[in-house]
């Protein structure tokens, strides 16, 4: 009898788990069944596509004088600059031969990398930046020797840790509901665009959409809208 009872519970309270883990996902407007189907249009249109009326984001500066070369995140597309990500991924359009990251207030290189041809993303791999701190990163074209001097470049801070703290904590949980209800790593990663974009994050966001492995169809479609978006005259020039 108790091993029945025992059983019962058992299942009762599985399915209230999975009930409450439905629950949420729903609530957070995510696909349940791992089909993303228009939601990386919808993503674009709701957070990066600016209309002449509500302008979401209005990007800085970031393209040479011929359009050839436009750098798209960190710190173009944020009104602060600021990021949550300690170790950011850089997004560009258009060709260089290196990039490099060195603190605001100092001129101690951090980290330095060439750049393959066609690359148009690169993930920072150094040492975590620290929260609260402003950085320089700076972008090198083929003409450039020793990286000396820069082509472009940006300024973008890392938020303060109480701030950072909380958005870290807000995603892992996120992060750990989808995973029990076995979304697809595309499903999460739609999730935290979306998180991160409601947030004003958008070159985070950009980070999370950027890096997703084997992407699909309309994640593909969402990363070039993206670049038109922001770089429409390289983009019309070519690589």
């Known amino acids: ?32 069944k791992n089909h993303t189907n228009d939601q990386w249009k919808k993503v674009f249109k709701d957070s990066f596509y600016q209309s002449d009326e509500d302008p979401p984001i209005t990007p800085k500066d970031g393209t040479t004088r011929s359009g050839s ?8 597309i944020e009104a602060e600059g600021k990021i949550w990500n300690t170790r ?20 101690e290189v951090l ?35 020793e990286y000396s001097f ?38 999460i990663a739609l999730a935290k665009v979306k998180f991160l974009a409601e947030r004003n994050l958008f070159s985070d966001a950009l980070s999370e959409a950027f890096t997703v492995k084997n992407p699909s169809t309309e994640l593909e479609d969402f990363r070039s809208n993206i670049l038109e978006r922001f770089c429409p005259t390289s983009k019309g020039n070519g690589k």
């Not at 788990?17 to 349940?32: G, L, M, T």
Request: glycine letters at 4%; charged letters at 20%; aromatic letters at 10%.
């Open 1 to 32: 009898m108790n091993k029945k009872l025992n059983s019962l519970l058992f299942y009762l309270l599985l399915t209230i788990a999975i009930f409450a883990a439905s629950s949420i996902i729903k609530a957070q407007n995510i696909p349940e």
């Open 69 to 76: 070369l436009c750098l798209v995140s960190p710190g173009l």
């Open 88 to 107: 950011p991924t850089f997004i560009w359009q258009g060709k260089l031969e290196g990039i490099s990251i060195r603190p605001a207030n100092s001129q």
């Open 111 to 145: 980290w330095a990398e060439t750049v393959q041809d066609n690359q148009q993303i690169i993930i920072y791999d150094g040492e975590s930046l620290k929260p609260g701190h402003t950085y320089y990163w700076r972008v090198f074209d083929s003409t450039a020797s």
């Open 150 to 187: 820069p082509t472009l470049r940006v300024t973008f801070r890392v938020m303060d840790v109480l701030e950072r703290q909380v958005i870290t904590q807000e995603l892992e949980k996120l992060d750990t509901v989808l995973k029990q209800a076995k979304a697809t790593p595309e499903t």
